[in-house]
């Protein structure tokens, strides 16, 4: 029988859990409350590539779908809300460089900065508030649910209060781009305060912005602002799969990293050894790995400072009785390819004798197969980065191979988002994984074993 929670709840216990880091994989969802003519505050992840206003990939708007379908079709008064893109806060205070930006700017000759800085500002004012409108999305949802669809100009103003009041069960507004307000990234009291209005049930249905607490994305809960704090559809697969991929694994549990730098990776790393039974590491990460296992890999990218990691790393594996595959064998050219798809001249090395003048860049065929027959072994499998510099089409077929195997297997497969999820999609094998988590940076997080803010301020099953 389904529970129905009132909207009494206390918040009470929610941020107590939340202060102490624990993390329930059991979340309260949109199905566990009764929603008819009540205020849902949505938080979707319409952050969805746009040129000049049109939307070029409705992925995430289609995502979204069903959560607000259910909602709308239980008599809810949907108020939706998302962040698009950086607008740099331009409508209220708080101003500046994205974080990209700053980088570019610091590395630039003292003298020249300032213009620089003065350059990217500029820009931004000219181009924001069309780049960073939700108004399109907007126009997109309208014909989902025709005559149902209104837009707010602003988060928190006039415009939002007037459209939300004059909501009637089963409809929908949404409401501008929430990073329009300075507020919502510095997750102010205040903001979340007037979010209230609109929120007799708080539903997250982000998965891409659930590592960060903002007021939209968590802040509004443990402020103790919502009532009731549940999941929507998306975030339910996200813990349903990616969750109990990593927490309650079906054995044997094979974990696959591959990617540019170990750095990148270290808690990832060290947690997935924890969990899984096997660690497959591929990719530019793996020659660290292998130079501190005393292999030479000629140019091959190398982080000398996390060679001490790697061999304690090496050392944890032994003493939980996990096993380690890194390559065999390795694609090796003359330097990085320029431009990354440029021809390239293969030859093969055992990866632990890589000639000087070598640069490893792809898995090669004996690895491939070690790889694979590690894949078939496993029950469920989790994949996180590419095995090689996929993008040149010669040094693809490492991370082709390892995304074969996992399409043919009978185990759950979860691809950790990014390139290799983007790998996947190429292939055209993303119909044959479980599960491809919609989140990049949040399922990184999430195979760290950090505690995401999105997901610990929602409600635990009971
Ligand atoms: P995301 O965080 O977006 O999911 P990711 O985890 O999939 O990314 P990254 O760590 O960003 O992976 O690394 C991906 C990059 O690693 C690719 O651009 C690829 O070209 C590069 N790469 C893979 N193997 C090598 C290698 N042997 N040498 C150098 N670069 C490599």
Redesign the pocket.
């Known amino acids: 029988m389904r529970k129905h929670v009132s909207i009494g709840f206390k918040t009470k216990s929610r941020k107590i859990n939340f202060l102490k880091g624990e993390l329930s994989m059991a979340k309260m969802t949109i199905r566990d409350v009764d929603v008819k003519g009540k205020k849902c505050l949505v938080r979707c992840d319409f952050n969805v590539p746009m040129v000049d206003g049109v939307i070029t990939d409705e992925n995430r708007i289609n995502g979204a779908l069903p959560t607000i379908k259910y909602l709308v079709d239980n008599g809810a008064k949907v108020i939706l809300c998302s962040h698009m893109g950086k607008p740099h806060n331009i409508f209220t205070e708080g101003f500046g460089l994205n974080k990209k930006e700053k980088k570019a700017v610091e590395a630039l000759p003292e003298n020249e900065q300032a213009a620089a800085k003065a350059e990217y500002i500029a820009k931004a004012l000219k181009n924001d508030p069309k780049k960073f409108t939700l108004k399109p999305v907007a126009d997109k949802l309208a014909e989902h649910f025709p005559g149902k669809v209104t837009f707010a100009t602003d988060l928190v103003g006039e415009d939002a209060h007037k459209k939300v009041a004059a909501l009637k069960d089963g409809e929908i507004v949404l409401l501008e781009n929430t990073r329009f307000d300075a507020g919502e990234e510095k997750n102010s009291e205040e903001l979340c305060r007037k979010l209230a209005d609109f929120c007799d049930v708080y539903v997250n249905d982000a998965f891409g912005t659930a590592h960060r607490a903002h007021a939209t994305t968590a802040g509004i809960v443990q402020y103790g602002f919502a009532p009731v704090a549940v999941s929507g559809f998306l975030i339910e697969k996200e813990l349903k799969f990616l969750g109990n991929a990593v927490e309650n694994p079906v054995r044997p549990f094979v974990a696959i ?5 170990v750095a ?2 270290l808690n990832v790393i060290d947690n997935l050894l924890n969990k899984c039974d096997t660690l497959i590491i ?6 660290t790995f292998i130079k501190a296992q005393g292999g030479s890999v000629g140019l ?2 190398v982080d000398d400072e996390k060679i001490e990691y790697c061999n304690k790393m090496l050392e944890k594996a032994k003493s939980l009785g996990k096993t380690i595959y890194l390559p065999i064998d ?1 694609a090796t050219c003359a330097g ?1 390819p320029d431009p ?1 798809d440029a021809h390239v001249d293969i030859e093969y090395y055992d990866s632990f004798n890589i000639p000087a003048d070598r ?4 898995i090669g065929p004996k690895t491939q197969e070690l790889f694979a027959s590690a894949v078939k072994s496993a029950k469920t499998v989790v994949w ?9 089409p010669q ?1 693809a077929a ?2 082709n191979a390892v995304a074969k195997a996992m399409a043919e297997t009978d185990a759950t497969t979860i691809i ?8 996947v999609a190429q292939l055209g094998y993303a119909d044959k994984m479980t599960h491809i988590s919609t989140g ?2 949040a ?2 997080e999430f195979l760290e074993g950090k505690v995401l803010p999105g997901i610990a301020c929602l409600n635990d099953k009971h």
């Open positions: 990293l591959g990617g540019a730098k990148d990776k591929g990719g530019g990460m793996a020659y091959s990218l390795t990085f990354i640069e490893g860049l792809d996180n980065g590419p095995m090689g510099v996929f993008e040149n040094l490492g991370t950790g988002g990014g390139d290799s999820a983007a790998a990049g940076g399922s990184l």
